[in-house]
């Protein structure tokens, strides 16, 4: 019997980016099917302290457009184990902002538990969602900046 290696990447998607692209690229080269859990706006609320700009139907559709993703799955609850009993992936991929932190290792040992691996990307540390909403902000509060000429 053939397995199948299930992959699940999640993330906001807010502001979709390049960086957003490559680890869903990188994450469908290393499984044999992908997942990405887009994270809800109420979750991405309490956990960033703000709303996401684009809507959770609209990043929803974003994601599922995307060549290396086979499924999107609206995650709603904070616990990562929690949404694997949902989704029953095999491994887990994070951007290694989350490498050697405090909930990177909770993450890691909750997964190990389950026999379910992390595997970290590298973070696009050049374009985020959070940069692109600063720069966004600083439009907007500018008089006339975003009128036409």
Request: proline share 5%.
């Amino acid at each position: 019997m053939v397995q199948h290696r299930v992959g699940y990447a999640p993330g906001v998607y807010d502001l979709f980016h390049v960086g957003h692209l490559n680890i869903l690229r990188h994450a469908r080269s290393q499984c044999d099917y992908l997942v990405a859990g887009v994270v809800s706006d109420e979750m991405a609320a309490r956990a960033k302290g703000h709303t996401p700009v684009i809507p959770l139907a609209e990043r929803l559709e974003i994601v599922r457009g995307v060549r290396y993703v086979d499924a999107a799955f609206v995650e709603t609850v904070p616990d990562k184990v929690e949404t694997w009993q949902q989704v029953r992936f095999d491994v887990l991929f994070k951007g290694d902002d989350w490498r050697g932190t405090e909930k990177g290792e909770r993450l890691e040992r909750d997964f190990a538990a389950v026999g379910v691996e992390v595997v970290y990307f590298p973070y696009t540390v050049h374009t985020s969602s959070t940069q692109l909403r600063r720069a966004l902000d600083v439009l907007v509060s500018r008089p006339g900046a975003l009128s036409a000429p």
